[in-house]
């Protein structure tokens, strides 16, 4: 009886970065280009990958897929954010909340799939060279990730069923940069250990079975690497993998700062910058750190700007 004279939440109002106009601006100026760079930066490595033959693999193919998804979750957020900057805050509606996390849970979790699935990928290509185009052949690959893309947007259904069972009566103020799972359960007046509880056992399956497989895998590699008696060899095998390794620990690092260690020992101040390194400058380093450490991204590049200087 009690919840039924709750006055339920419709809208909700994303406070941002309070602050002086001056400094509201300064970062609206930093968000909008560090966007326009990562989505060009991003459009770049799918175009090359798309048109160049020499980009035509299994590991490139994962990196532009890896591009789209940065640039679905740029999208999802910076925009939004931009606005809110301008306006200091935004009032937004209880679905659009719940559609922005939806979409931002269901990429993430495509993105640790998808880098485990590139670290399996470096396996096969580094320990079984002579069967790698047996294994990862163009259907296997485009299989592999339809299914990472599907498991991604389908676990995280589980999250979104749950939350919307829960009751909001206020207050509606979320000292968030964007809707997140943590600072909208604070809105709650309904009873959220069941949710929490399936936000930690599914957050560790994700992370743990990915990251068992990234181990793993490199496990294998830096056995087989060793065991190669050319200097030349070993440090051709292992610059195929240090961009992905770099990139798999700037990602799981502010992950699991933000989702696993214990946010009450967190300021709201310190869990939106954390928020940011995995949500928009995540996206804007992937491209970077692909492209300066791989030689055959370099090349494409300028093959690509001789043919229109050319025309």
Known sequence: MQETNLTVITELFLLGFQGSQRLRISLFCLFLVVYCVTICGNLLIITLVSTSRKLHTPMYFFISQLSISDILLSTDIVPNLLHILLNNGETITFIICITQFYFICALETFECLLLALMSYDRHVAICRPLH????????????????????????????????????????????????????????????????????????????????????????????????????????????????????????????????????????FTVNKILSLLYTVFTPLANPIIYSLRNTDIIKAVQETIRKCVIR
């Open 132 to 267: 790698y185009k047996s294994i990862m052949t163009w259907g296997h690959c485009v299989m592999l990730t339809s299914i990472c893309w599907l498991l991604g947007f389908s676990i995280i259904l589980t999250y979104i069923i749950t939350t919307t069972q829960l009751f909001f009566c206020g207050p509606n103020i979320i000292d968030h940069l964007f809707c997140d799972i943590v600072p909208l359960l604070r809105l709650s007046c309904s009873d959220t250990f069941i949710v929490n509880l399936l936000i930690y056992v599914v957050g560790v399956i994700i992370v743990f079975i990915p990251t068992t497989i990234i181990v793993v895998s490199y496990t294998y590699i830096v056995r087989a690497v060793l065991r190669i008696s050319s200097n030349t060899r070993r440090q051709k095998a292992f610059s195929t993998c240090s961009s992905h390794l770099i990139v798999v620990s700037i990602f799981y690092g502010t992950m699991v700062s933000v989702y696993i260690v214990p946010t009450k020992s967190q300021t």
